[in-house]
C-alpha cells in the first residue's frame, strides 16, 4: 500500500489519471503544473464568447473510460453529459464528393457496397478482425507493463502478435481486402490519431476500425475540456492537491534515489517523483546528465509522431457544409506522409480536420456563430516563422471556402494559430511534436521509454511516450499501468 509522498510533474491526462490512481492508493499526492490549467495537450481557450478545445477533440474507446472510471467505483456520466455522434464525421473526397459516416452499422456497410461492389462483405469480414485484434491487444498486451525484451518474447505474445498483424503494414493489410482507395483512406486516417502513417505502422492498428465503427464517436457536452475536469474533480475527491504556474525545474536525486523537485518557486520533499512532461524533454533539461535513462542520441534516433498548425476560429455565422467533425483527404495523400515522415517539410498540398463542436454544442460558440478548429499534421523541427503561418492559414481557409462554398475569411471573428514553437513554449514539446512518439513496430510495447527510470530510485514516467502510447485513452492505460507497477514495487 502507499502511504508516501508523490510528485507528479504535469497535469495532462497523464498526469491527472496517475494523480488520481496513486491518492486512492493511499499516498500524498501534489501535481504541479507549468501551465495555468489542468489537461496539457487537452486545455481549453477562452476568447469573446467561444470555447476552444485546444488539443484533442475525439472522445473514442469509451471502454477506456469506463474502466478508470470503475477503479474509483464511478462512472464517466457522473461527471459528464456524454452524446453519441450521429453522423459520426463527414469525409471530404472533394467539394461535391463527400460521404457521411453513420453511428448505424448498417447505413456504413451500404455506402462501402455503393463504393466498391462486395465491399459489404469484405467490411464485415475486415470488422470482425478488428474487432478480435481489439479484445486480444486489450487483454494481453496494451494493459501490461514491457520493462524487459523477454516480456515482450513470450511465445503466447509471439503467436498473438503474428495474430495481431504486428509484422505487416497497415496500408497493405487494407489492400488485401479493399480496391476503392475511398475505402482505404477511410479506413487507415485513424492511424494520424496514434501519430503514424498506414504505410509504416503495424497492421495492428486496424483494430482502430472496430473503436470507430463499431464503438462509435462521442461526445461530452461543452467539449474534451469536460473531461479533463472530470479527472480532475475525480483526483481533488482523492485528496490530491495541485499547483499551477509553477514549472519544475529539476528533479533533485540524492545517493541515486529521488528525493523531490525544485520549482521556479520552491523546492518540495518527496519519495516517488513521476514525469508526465514529454519524456525527451524532461530528461534532458531536468535530470543531470549522469541520472538519464536514455542519452540525446537516442532520442535523436526516434521517429517522432508529427506536429500540428492548427487553427482556432470564431465565426459570426454557422458554416452550412461541416458537420461536427470533417475531414479532408487530399488525393496524393501518400505525398502528405512522406513530407511528414520520410522527408519533413511543409506540405504544398494536404489532408486536414476541421471540427466545429458548437453544431453540437452552441454554447461553446457566439450566438449563431461558429466555433472550428483545424488540424493539419505537419512533421516535427520545421521552422515555424510568421510568413510561414501566415501563407497557410490563407492556403487553408481557401480550401475551406472551396469545400464549404461560402465565404469564411470574412466571417472570422476570433482567430489564433498554434504550431511547433507553441508546443514547445507551452508544454515543453521535444522538437515541437504535437504527438509525441510514433506508433512504429520498433518503437511498441518495450521498444517505448521505460516506466521506471534505470538510473534513479523512484523516478517514474507516464504519459504519451510510454506503452501503449498516444491519444488520451492510451495516455490513461500508461498511468493504470504505472499506478501498478507503484503498487506492486
Ligand atoms: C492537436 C491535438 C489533437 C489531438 N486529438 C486527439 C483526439 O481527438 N483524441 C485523442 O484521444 N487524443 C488526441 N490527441 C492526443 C492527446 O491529446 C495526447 O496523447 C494526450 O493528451 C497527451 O497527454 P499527456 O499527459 O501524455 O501529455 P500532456 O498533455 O502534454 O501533459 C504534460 C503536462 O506536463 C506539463 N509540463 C511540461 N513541462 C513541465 C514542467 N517543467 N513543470 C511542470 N509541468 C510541466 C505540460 O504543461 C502539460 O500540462 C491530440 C493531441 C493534439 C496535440
Known amino acids: 500500500m502507499g502511504e508516501k509522498k508523490v510528485i507528479i510533474v504535469g497535469s495532462g491526462f497523464g498526469g491527472l489519471s496517475a494523480a488520481g490512481l496513486l491518492a486512492r492508493d493511499g499516498n500524498e499526492v501534489l501535481v504541479i503544473e507549468k501551465n495555468e490549467q489542468p489537461g496539457g495537450r487537452a486545455s481549453i481557450w477562452e476568447k469573446d464568447g467561444f470555447i476552444f478545445d485546444m488539443g484533442p477533440s475525439w472522445y473514442l474507446m469509451p471502454d477506456v473510460f469506463e474502466k478508470y472510471f470503475a477503479e474509483f467505483g464511478k462512472k464517466p456520466e457522473q461527471y459528464m453529459d456524454l452524446v453519441r455522434l450521429d453522423p459520426s464525421y463527414r469525409i471530404f473526397f472533394d467539394k461535391d464528393d463527400f460521404v457521411d459516416i453513420s453511428a448505424d452499422l448498417k447505413k456504413n456497410l451500404d455506402l462501402f457496397e455503393q463504393i466498391e461492389p462486395g465491399a459489404k462483405e469484405k467490411m464485415r469480414e475486415y470488422l470482425k478482425l478488428s474487432e478480435y485484434e481489439y479484445d486480444i491487444a486489450m487483454k494481453d498486451f496494451i494493459y501490461k507493463d514491457y520493462k524487459h525484451l523477454i516480456d515482450f518474447l513470450k511465445p503466447k505474445l509471439i503467436v498473438e502478435g503474428t495474430k495481431l498483424h504486428m509484422f505487416q503494414k497497415l496500408d497493405g493489410f487494407a489492400q488485401r481486402f479493399f480496391k476503392s482507395e475511398k475505402i482505404r483512406k477511410i479506413l487507415e486516417y485513424t492511424i494520424v490519431f496514434l501519430g503514424g502513417s498506414p504505410f509504416e505502422s503495424p497492421a495492428l492498428y486496424c483494430l482502430m476500425s472496430h473503436v470507430d465503427f463499431n464503438m462509435g464517436v462521442w461526445f461530452p457536452k461543452g467539449g474534451m475540456g469536460k473531461l479533463v475536469e472530470a479527472f480532475y474533480e475525480l483526483a481533488k475527491e482523492q485528496g490530491v492537491k495541485f499547483k499551477f504556474n509553477e514549472p519544475v525545474e529539476k528533479i533533485l536525486v540524492e545517493n541515486g534515489k529521488v528525493v523531490g523537485v525544485k520549482t521556479t518557486n520552491n523546492k518540495y520533499k518527496s519519495n516517488i517523483v513521476v514525469v ?128 464549404a462554398g461560402e465565404n469564411i475569411k470574412d466571417h472570422i471573428v476570433v482567430k489564433r494559430i498554434f504550431a511547433h514553437k507553441d508546443f514547445s513554449n507551452r508544454y515543453n514539446s521535444y522538437k515541437g511534436t504535437a504527438l509525441g512518439l510514433a506508433h512504429t513496430l520498433k518503437q511498441t510495447a518495450v521498444f517505448r521509454p521505460r516506466h521506471d527510470s534505470k538510473k534513479v530510485k523512484n523516478l517514474y514516467y507516464t504519459g504519451h511516450y510510454n506503452h501503449p502510447g498516444i491519444g488520451v485513452p492510451m495516455v490513461i492505460i500508461s498511468s493504470q499501468i504505472l499506478s501498478n507497477l507503484i503498487k506492486h514495487k
Open 276 to 403: 508526465n512532461a514529454d519524456y525527451a524533454w524532461a530528461e534532458q533539461n531536468l535530470l543531470e546528465e549522469k541520472y538519464r535513462s536514455y542519452s540525446e542520441k537516442y532520442w535523436e534516433k526516434r521517429k517522432f509522431a508529427p506536429s500540428a498548425y492548427l487553427l482556432y476560429l470564431g465565426l459570426d455565422k454557422p458554416l452550412k457544409r461541416f458537420i461536427h467533425h470533417n475531414l479532408y483527404f487530399y488525393p496524393n495523400w501518400e505525398k502528405h506522409f512522406d513530407d511528414i515522415f520520410k522527408n519533413p517539410k511543409w506540405p504544398e498540398d494536404f489532408s486536414y480536420y476541421v471540427s466545429c463542436i458548437s453544431k453540437t454544442d452552441k454554447k461553446t460558440a457566439i450566438r449563431n456563430g461558429e466555433n472550428v478548429f483545424v488540424f493539419i499534421p505537419v512533421a516535427t523541427g520545421l521552422n515555424d516563422n510568421e510568413i510561414t503561418r501566415e501563407k497557410y492559414f490563407n492556403k487553408t481557409i481557401e480550401h475551406m471556402e472551396f469545400l
